[in-house]
């Protein structure tokens, strides 16, 4: 099976490593619109080939699409134009309401699947691929229903090859969701890390005093601006509902301090301690 991969960064470049070691697919055809991504994962052998969007319609099977949402969204309808009986076309991108509103105003929606494995790292770019990223990891596939089902299955098939447990879901509850456990810990680790940066204008204190809590809050905000601004855009009312709940819940957090409540910050502390039961079931 041929099977092209739009975005060669840690997503897709990952994706390709897998697919490819792991027998899904018989040759890899990449597509980035930065030369230098496409020249390293043609070097680091990521991909067999690179190629054109319209010529990767033409030459794949199946069309991955591991690019920035708003890029995502402009590039679907393309692909649709020209997709051939039997080809599917996956988006993996982080929201899906978007792309998926675009999608059904195509007549070739059936070859479409909106995904979204939850998957990544805070690196980017082809040399921050690796086979394993995916592996025993959730992925989402929304709105299957509009699909056919035989591409539904083809996208069952290749994330399970990935190792990855699927789920279907409604793709305006995905970003509902997606909002709260994704996207607000991603604005508090760029938040975080903006605030130390504006206060503690000595580096060198940043770098001796950082212990392996602030490293860990603040990893997130080595992320991709370029993939990230189009995620918070795209997703903005559930973000802005999400961050209403949050801001409360920090002024809250503040007041207690202010006021030395030390007995009720110990109770809500030992509150939200039930989140680590909550995560033991992923």
């Known amino acids: 099976m041929v099977v092209g991969v739009v975005g060669l960064g840690l997503i897709g470049g990952s994706l390709a490593i897998s697919l490819k070691k792991r027998g899904f697919a018989s040759k890899i055809i990449g597509v980035d619109n930065n030369p230098n991504h496409s020249s390293e994962a043609l070097d680091s052998n990521i991909v067999d080939e690179v190629c054109g969007l319209s010529q990767v319609a033409q030459l794949a099977d199946i069309i991955i699409l591991a690019i920035p949402v708003d890029a995502g969204k402009a590039v679907l309808p393309l692909l649709l134009d020209q997709t051939k009986e039997g080809q599917v076309i996956i988006d993996m991108g982080s929201t899906k309401g978007g792309i998926c ?3 059904d105003q195509h007549p070739n929606r059936k070859n479409f699947v909106a995904s979204h494995p939850i998957a990544g790292t805070e690196n980017a770019g082809p040399s921050a691929a690796f086979d394993g ?10 709105d299957e229903e509009k699909s056919l089902p035989s591409a539904v299955n083809v996208c069952k098939k290749l994330y399970e090859t990935l190792n990855m447990r699927v789920q279907f879901m409604d793709s305006q509850e995905h970003d509902r969701h997606i909002a709260y456990v994704s996207h607000l ?7 975080l890390g903006q605030t130390v940066l504006e206060i503690e204008k000595d580096e060198k204190s940043i770098f001796n005093m950082a212990g392996s809590g ?4 603040v990893r997130l905000a080595k992320s991709s601006p ?10 903005q009312e559930h973000l802005s509902t999400a961050l209403e709940a949050y801001i409360k819940n920090l002024e809250n957090f503040k007041r207690k301090i202010e006021t030395g409540s030390k007995d009720e910050l110990r109770d809500l502390m030992g509150d939200v301690n039930e989140i680590r039961r909550v995560l033991k079931g992923i």
Do not use: G, R
């Open 101 to 103: 509103m675009v999608a």
């Open 133 to 142: 990223l995916y592996d025993n990891k959730i992925t989402i596939i929304c």
């Open 185 to 191: 810990s991603h604005i508090t680790s760029f938040v």
């Open 214 to 217: 602030f490293a860990s809050t």
């Open 226 to 235: 370029d993939m990230w601004a189009p995620i918070f855009e795209q997703n």
